[in-house]
C-alpha cells in the first residue's frame, strides 16, 4: 500500500523555501507517529510543505492530511487534488475536530480527536475494503504506542529535530484553548509511561530536546518520575508549563537536574479578572514575579507568552505589557491577538454576542483580529499588537532585560538568544533557504547550557 502524509503550509507562504525560523523548528511528529502504524512493507512518504515543495505528481493508495485552522484552505485544495486522482484521502487534526461537516466535504474519511484509538481501527477497515466516513475518538491511552518512524523525517531541514512528545492534551480548561473541543468525550489528559517516555527518549541522539507537550508539568508525579530517569542522560531540554507548576516545591529544581534550561510559560495577562473571564485559574493569585525569579535563579530562561484582546483590555495594555516583561528580565516573549477559534467557549460565547468579524480562517493565526474588542477597536488591537514586538524586542529593552541579570555571564546570555532569535530573522530566511537550519544546533545547545551554568543550587 501506498501511503502519503502531508503536513499544509499555512495559506499566506510565498514559498517553502523562504520561512520565519518558527515553521523550521520541529519536524510533524504527529504524522510520524501516526506512521508507525502502519506495515513494514508499506510505502510510505511524509510531507511538511513549510520546509519542501509537495511533489503532486505521485499516485498514492491513502493520503493523510493534518489539518490546523490556517491551513485549512491549503489542506482542502491538495484534498481535493488526490481525490480527483482516485486516492482515499484521511483528514484530522484540530480544525477537522472542531468543524467536521466543513472536513467532510474535502474527505474520504475524517478523525476527531486524538488518533491512537481511532487510526489502528480505520487502517483495519481500509484493508479490509471497508473505511467508514468518521472516526471519533473515545478511549484514551498511550500504552501499545508504536516506535515513532522519525526515519521517515528529513530531520536536517529543522532546528530542532528531537522534538518529543511524552503526554497528551492539558488539565486545565481555558475558553480560549483551541484544544479543548480536541479532547471532548474523553480524557483531556493523559500520559505515557515512564518507562515509555525514557526508552524514547534514549533512541534520540544528541543532546537537545524540546518537548512539545501542552503541559509537560500537569501530573507532578509522572513529571517527577520523569524528571528523575532523566538525571544523568546528560541532556539539554525546553519545554512548557504553568505559572503554578513553578511554584510547585521541588518539582523545578528536578527538572533542571535532568537538563532544563528553557520554559514556554503562560502569563497571558497581567489583569486578574482577564485571567478570570477566560478559566485560567491555574495563574489566579499566582506571584507571576516569583514565578520568574524561581526559573532565573535556577538557570532557566523564559519564553513568556502574553494575550492580547481580553476584554478587560485598553490602550495601556500593551506599553504595560512590555514593560513589565522587560522589567522582569524575560528572554523572549510571545505575543498574540486573542482568537476564538470554531469549538471553543470562547468562540461560542462571541458568536452569540455578534461579536465575531468573519470566518476567514486564514486569518485566525493570533496575528490579526476577528472580533470585536470591548475596550479596543480592532485597529488599536493590530497596531498595539504589531507594536508590543517591536518595542519589547528593541536593542535597548533586550539590554534593559538584560541587566536584570545577577551577573554579566547571565545578561551576555540573554543578548545572545533574544537577540539572535529576533533580530537575525532575515539572516535565519536565508540559512532555511539554503536548508542549512539544522547546523545552528550547535549554536542553540551552547547557549542553553550557559544557561544551566548559573542554577544556584
Known sequence: MKVKMILPALTEAKSPYFRPIKYSLFPPLGLATLAGYLHADDEVTIQDEHVEELNLTDEPDLVVIQVYITSARRA??????????????????????SLPEEAA???DSIFLGPGEDIWPQFLEDFRRGEPRPLYRSQVRTL??????RRDLLKQYLYLVPNSIVVSRGCPHKCDFCYKEAFFEGGKGFYTQSIDMALAE???LPGRHLYFLDDHL?????????LFDGMIGMGRLWQAAGTVQSILRPGLLEKAVDSGLRSLFVGFETLNANNLRAQQKYQNLNKDYAAAIQRLHDNGVMINGSFVFGMDEDDENVFARTVDWAVQHGIETATFHILTPYPGTLLYKRMAQQGRILHTNWDQYDTRHVVFQPAKLTPEALDAGYWRAYKEFYQWRNILRGASAKSNLKGALRHVAYAGGWKKFEPLWDWVIRLRQVNAALPVLESILGGFGEQAAH
Do not use: C, M, W
Open 76 to 97: 482542502y485544495a491538495l484534498a481535493d487534488h488526490y481525490r480527483a486522482k482516485g486516492a482515499h484521502v484521511a483528514l484530522g487534526g484540530l480544525h477537522v475536530t
Open 105 to 107: 466535504r474535502h474527505a
Open 143 to 148: 500504552a501499545g504506542l508504536p516506535p515513532i
Open 201 to 203: 527518549i534514549e533512541r
Open 217 to 225: 508539568f500537569g501530573n507532578a508525579s509522572f513529571a517527577a518520575g
